[in-house]
């Protein structure tokens, strides 16, 4: 175990969440000895999304340890979360002595088995001398091609076991990033050029392949407008003459799904094309071409085949295509079309100046945008506040706004705050989140608490399972989403003062601003989190449809 933790240092791990338990005491036992920060979570599925809002603000493997059963299996909505939105994490699991594995030992499970579908690999560790190996593997595979998230299970006898070890000749396994072939860069510039009104389209891969600047680049040589995804959302900045907003079917602009349709070719870097991006499919295509880069072969193709695929890391094929484009002439009179997205920006606003009560959630991503500074890091999981938020919220740097995507587990918000702040201890962190997530993992404040982890939640709460209330209307029905019970249902603030933490409740918009003031100087004072409650509009909806051109608009705009 002692190798193990001289491979945990050496990959760039300085902090681990996690849970002791009787079958991962070794590995504790050689931690006590390390430089390396440990958190004693109150739940190992926190401790998965801690270490994944820590991989994502650092861009290294995080690390979450629990024990053996009921651990590993509690991990498994993390390890889901990561695999969904290419995140690197590492879960080590202790486990039954060997010998016991197949008598239904105390605590014993195959998590092996149970985690091969959300991890890109998982692994038990059989024999002693193989442990500094596997864990090597693992973070290369964790790191390599769209990175994601490994689980390594420790059966209590091999922890226990002397192997032969020498740190000062060990390192990291390489990392090898593939390049793009010369001709599919030259012909992605041939269709960019030809195009009248091309698009780059910036995923998530452009944020993990740390290429934002390279992407700014590129499209300024170019004249190319810019839009993003969910999960590529700060890999461009939202105030650029070039930044064309977000299409999709709910977390989208009104301007931005109006240019997409009007353009006439697509190049998507390191985009998957999720289902709440593209809606219907035949719309999103239209008569556009495409041009799909992506590290990950196998994702070219698999929503729909694109006009070329490219096999590359998004950093290199950006590299390529700024060289490329440095021998060629400029594309025809970009500016007919950066003005036309312009144009649509100020014909399809969203309004957001609502001075109403209840509170309108627009105000309050208002509120944020106008107060909090470009270096903030954001957090926010799922739900309608989410889709406000990225409808709303703006951002313009990369890591700085972080959700969970595609699997969009309730309860992620708290842990990655705690994950995010930790990584980066002097940076302003904020999470954004509902009133029915905040209770699925509340009992991670402890943690924050504890180790005097501040940041600020702001709570959007309606007192409804908000997104699936408005899913019902499809339905003719209104069906135990209701929350609400006494005046203000459950006591939020009353929660986050029986952790220790601060809390205040809003429910006039003109006071949102100074509550925002509160919390900055409440975190600075204690050194907790606080908590900013927002009463808003209980039955309001979210702009959404089922296409890129039937998003229905419910407030005036």
Not at 75 to 89: E, F, K, N, R, V
Not at 501 to 522: M, N, T
Request: proline share 6%; net charge negative; aromatic share 8%.
């Amino acid at each position: 175990m002692q190798a193990v933790v001289d491979v945990l240092a050496s990959e760039g791990v300085d902090t681990t969440f996690g849970c002791p338990g009787a079958a991962i005491l070794p590995l504790y036992q050689a931690m006590r000895e390390s430089d390396i920060e440990h958190l004693i979570v109150r739940h190992e599925e926190g401790a998965t999304h801690m270490a994944d809002g820590w991989a994502r603000t650092t861009g290294k493997v995080g690390v979450a340890i629990g024990t053996s059963g009921p651990a590993g299996t509690n991990m498994i909505t993390g390890l889901y979360t990561a695999q969904a939105d290419s995140i690197p994490i590492l879960c080590i699991t202790g486990q039954a002595v060997s010998t016991k594995l197949h008598q239904e030992a105390f605590q014993a499970v195959d998590i092996v088995e149970i985690a091969a579908p959300v991890t890109k690999w998982a692994v038990q560790v059989k024999e002693a001398a193989q442990a500094p190996w596997i864990f090597r593997e693992a973070f290369r595979i964790a790191r390599s091609g769209r990175p994601g998230p490994v689980l390594i299970d420790l059966p209590l006898d091999v922890q226990k076991q002397e192997i032969e070890w020498d740190s000062t000749i060990d390192s990291p396994l390489p990392v090898v990033r593939p390049a793009p072939t010369p001709a599919r860069v030259e012909r992605a510039l041939d269709m960019l050029l030809a195009a009248q009104r091309p698009l780059i389209l910036a995923g998530g891969g452009v944020v993990l392949a740390d290429a934002s600047e390279r992407l700014r680049a590129v499209a300024e040589r170019l004249g190319v407008p810019v839009s993003v995804t969910l999960m590529g959302k700060g890999s461009f900045p939202e105030d650029h003459p070039l930044f064309a907003g977000m299409a999709g079917i709910q977390t989208s602009q009104r301007w931005a799904n109006a240019a997409f349709l009007e353009s006439d070719l697509v190049l998507a870097l390191g985009a998957r094309f999720g289902d709440r991006h593209t809606g219907a499919l035949d719309v999103y295509r239209g008569e556009r071409k495409f041009i799909h880069v992506d590290i990950e072969p196998t994702q070219l193709g698999k929503v729909f085949g694109p006009d070329l695929g490219v096999v590359s890391d998004v950093g290199s094929f950006l590299d390529a295509l700024e060289v490329a484009a440095e021998q060629r002439a400029a594309p025809v009179d970009p500016a007919v079309w950066v003005n036309r997205i312009a144009e649509l920006r100020e014909e399809l606003p969203r309004r957001e100046d609502f001075d109403t009560v209840p509170i309108k959630a627009p105000r309050v991503f208002k509120e944020i945008n106008d107060y909090y500074g470009e270096d903030t890091y954001f957090v926010t999981a799922i739900g309608l506040y989410q889709i406000w938020s990225g409808q709303f919220q703006r951002t313009h740097k990369p890591r700085h706004y972080q959700v969970c995507g595609q699997a969009g587990p309730l309860g992620w918000e708290i842990p990655a705050a705690i994950g995010v702040k930790k990584a980066c201890p002097g940076a302003e962190v904020v999470g954004v989140v509902g009133d029915y997530s905040f209770q699925f993992l509340v009992e991670e404040l402890a943690v924050a608490a504890q180790y005097d982890v501040p940041f600020v939640l702001i709570m959007l709460n309606n007192e409804y399972l908000g997104l699936i209330r408005q899913a019902e209307q499809g339905y003719d029905m209104n069906f135990e989403v209701d929350l609400h019970y006494d005046e203000y249902g459950t006591d939020n603030v009353k929660i986050m003062e029986a952790y220790g933490c601060s809390g205040i409740r809003i429910v006039e918009p003109d006071d949102i601003r100074a509550a925002l003031e509160w919390a900055r100087k409440e975190t600075e004072r204690t050194s907790r989190p606080v908590l900013v409650e927002i009463m808003i509009e209980r039955e309001a909806n979210a702009s959404m449809g089922t296409a890129l051109d039937n998003v229905v608009e419910f407030e005036p705009s």
